[in-house]
């Protein structure tokens, strides 16, 4: 509707994979039950001290490393003051000024580059639970739980690349293991902010946020409406306020829920309780051997050793599991193009439709691979070895079990191949003497019968082969 640009930048949170929080030594677990792990220090009491778990320091690195961040070797925290019934200390403690990590970048799917400004370590906040009688419940298993928080250049120009960077940014927490990054479970979450303009050479305009966007969808979702809503205001000669904004799933509408804070009003001061983090220089170095092949390395590796497309290298390292199940389930084979494409065609699909992880399937990749080996050696057809998958990821059986007992195994031995062929011809004589009578076409017909008969335990080429013969 409008040729007005936006400029759109991102502050992701991701929670940090830890046994427990990070000041004190409460546990970190999903859990339906409210106000089990706590003590005073997340409750923050009067008094309590807290004391930084040194994993979070070490995730936090490992993040910084994989988003081709500079670590600083100093870093320090502070505590962001204001007041929210999710806050029980009536500060957050985070780090402002010097975080642990600045200036790095991430390459989007279509190659630009995406400046990140800084990556710095925070604990997260309780939650409020709004119920069905109106009141409001807190819950504080959440206070105190690490989070990363990562925060970009303004660098996109639309919610399609937003979408795009939050992909990046989850696959690599996952494949480095520094977040398990489910988004339905709150372990990521995007916060937009959002401003429009003219031309690229006008200032930028003024800006809003968009915060509770649960989702890929609601980003992609809350961020047009908010460029729609802002080209509008600006078309017709008003100005946008610089706000927070709300969005509303259900509507797929963004509100506005209070005026945007400068950093100012949260009277940002060093926290009195934790000294300075310093790193040492080797431990920095040691953890860069720590992060294993990212994504993008492992796409372009799958491609030159598997001769996999593009695109499949892309459905491939979706998730790191699958392509871990996927490399070793072709291993020691020739990974040749037969073998590839049953994988890329059949596991994702099954992944999808059983909506679990390559982990959590019922057979192993060592399973898939005595069956891959069949399908190589052509001693089971493209057919039967999608029955005997199906059958292995019901039951957990062995390929080869399933394989004897559905008689799936299909024999070049020239005499059964002839007995079969045979009895199909006496059980369709009336086929064979048109055939025979000039009406060619019938020979498919043919072909199919002996298929069926066969139910896979013969290799087409070796019916048509010797079927033509008998014909004759
Ligand atoms: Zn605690």
Redesign the pocket.
Known sequence: MSNLLPTIGLEVHAQVKSR??I????AVEFSNKPNI???????GFPGAMPSLNSEVVKQAVRAGLALNCEINIVSGFARKNYYYPDLPKGYQITQFKKPIAERGYIILSNKKRIRIRRLHIEEDTGKMIHDQDEDTLIDFNR??VPLIEIVTEPDFESAEEAVDYMTRIREILRYTGVSDANMERGELRGEPNISVRKTSDSPLGTKTEIKNLNSLKAIEKGINFEIDRQSKLVAEGFEVASETMLYNDKKQEVYPMRKKESASEYRYFIEPDLPDLVLKEDFVSSMKGTLGELPEVRRERLIKQYSVSRDESWILTSEKTLADFFERSVANTGAGKRIVNFFIREIPALLNEKNVDAEKLLFTPEDLNSLLREIEREAVNLNSAQTILKRMAQTGESSEKIIRDLNLRQTNDEEKVKQLISETLAENQKEVERYRKGEEKLFGVLVGFCMKKAKGSVSPASINKHLKEMLK
Do not use: L
Request: net charge positive; proline share 7%; glycine share 6%.
């Open positions: 427990s929080k000041f004190c030594r409460c792990n706590v003590c005073p220090v997340c409750m206070a105190g």
